[in-house]
């Protein structure tokens, strides 16, 4: 009997495979809503991931409520951090929603990052000083986009 070919597509989420249990993780905490698991390539030791369950490519496809729990579990898991035996001064909660901001695997995840002093993790920014008037234009442009969002 010949083999079954691969289905055609997009490869599998990998996130989705890890929460099927088809791709190995190192999980730390798990609920029905969120999982979490070490990143296969840390900043620092103990760099991990909260996960939903449910496939969302992006916060646009996130149910808010499930991203009220991946913050609630990435905020115990930070203190966790710190009451762990690693090293851990301090704790960086980084989402990058879209390629522009970084994005690689199309299943939203907040890092949840133990930071050292001097261990080299940088995001590098240069601030501009925008004065008053366009500050309060800026400000205006969300408001409207947050009004039509509540409707
Ligand atoms: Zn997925």
Known sequence: MPAMA????????PFCEIIAGRLESSPVYEDDQVVAFLDINPVTRGHLLV????????????DPGTGASLFAVAHRIAL??????LPCEGVNLFL??????????????????PRVTGDGFRIEASGQ?????E?????????????ADIG
């Open 6 to 13: 691969s289905p055609p597509g997009p490869p599998p989420c």
């Open 51 to 62: 996960v939903p369950r449910a496939h969302a490519a992006r916060l646009s496809a996130l």
């Open 80 to 85: 966790a951090l710190y009451a762990a035996d």
């Open 96 to 113: 990058a929603d879209g390629e522009a901001a970084g994005q690689e695997v199309d299943h939203v995840h907040l890092h949840v990052i």
């Open 129 to 133: 000083q925008p004065g008053r008037p």
């Open 135 to 147: 500050l309060d234009a800026t400000a205006g442009q969300i408001r409207i986009a947050l009004a």
